[in-house]
């Protein structure tokens, strides 16, 4: 059994196109890998956070994974900070990463922006932390969007530095995991733009915590064409939006945009997006609902995350400590 390594911020409310995209498929995988997901709050502070919002949004993002199905008993869930083995390894890695390699990361230079020499250290070395993440537990699949394979072949780059320069065949490949083009959501503003917990416009997309009325009120108001729906995908050809709330109907019932188009063919977007209304509102209420159960036990929540530390721990600590011994650190006991 491969062990699956995956990580999310909890940098706000997960949006549909979080749940679609990757908490959704997180869910399987547990069936037949040996499964590591993780609540990445070191990472969120390489933008500044306010202390009592970002543990209040860890703990929301454990109870939505939990609620959307990743089950404690059936995976390792829990908090990067708990486990100090992440830390600890990627110092390392910010000894053995190139500056020649980190300067190529698309990331950092689209969140820096033009005030890159103001941005945090910690932001520009992001990527090591992320390998190490993965590298801690020896995990050999990492699902992920193409906006992260970058990240990857980084965090490979470093493991065969890592074995080249101290005669070791320790730290294994990982192989991304990418997810198909259906699963990327779209705005409900802009079909040219990812849906984004960032967006200044809460229209823009649907949060896991939307109730029946808000997730009417913005289909109801989600960008569209004039033209019908087509009856084949060539006709969704320059038609971002139209093609995205496609996708998403398709997505959420669980079947493919083709048949989706099969069945909606010369519909106005006034009668396909009550459909789509009525299939978002069926497919989250259960969710939203377990949610609200797990915040309204705050201290259940962060009692299985405890266990998960515990158990990640126990897979790390054996690990990042060989890491350290090959480097030469004394042993810790």
Known sequence: MQRVFSGIQPSGIPTLGNYLGAIRNWVPMMADHECIYCVVDQHAITVWQDPKEL????????????????????????????????????WIFNCVARIGWLNRMTQFKDKAGKDRENAGAGL???????????????????????????????ANDIAQKFNHDYGVDFFP?????????????????????????????????????????????KIRRAK???????GEAAG????????????????????????????????????????????????????????????????????????????ASAIAEPIVNRAEELVGFLPRR
């Open 236 to 311: 969704l050809e320059g038609r971002p939006e139209a093609r995205n709330l496609v996708g998403i109907l398709a997505a959420i019932t669980g079947v493919t945009p083709a048949e989706v188009l099969r069945q909606h063919e010369g519909q106005g977007f006034g009668s396909f997006k009550t459909v789509l209304t009525d299939a978002l509102v069926a497919h989250l209420g259960p969710i939203q609902a377990e949610m609200q159960r797990l915040l309204d036990d705050p201290a259940a929540v962060d009692a299985e995350l405890r266990k998960g530390s515990d158990k």
């Open 124 to 154: 520009y070395v992001y990527p090591n932390l992320m390998a190490a993440d993965i590298h801690a537990y020896h995990a050999t699949r990492v699902p992920v969007g193409e906006d992260q394979k970058q990240h990857l072949e980084l």
């Open 173 to 217: 490949n990982i192989e991304p995991m990418i997810q198909g083009v259906a699963a990327r959501v779209m705005s409900l503003r802009d079909g040219t733009r990812k849906m984004s917990k960032s967006d200044p416009s809460d229209q823009s997309r649907i949060n896991l915590t939307d109730d029946a009325d808000a997730i009417a009120l």
């Open 224 to 230: 569209t064409d004039p033209e019908p729906l087509p």
């Open 55 to 90: 543990a209040r949004q860890t703990r929301e993002m454990a109870a939505a994974l939990i609620a959307c199905g990743v089950t404690p008993d059936k995976c390792t869930l829990f908090v990067q900070s708990h486990v100090p083995a992440h830390t600890r390894l990627a």
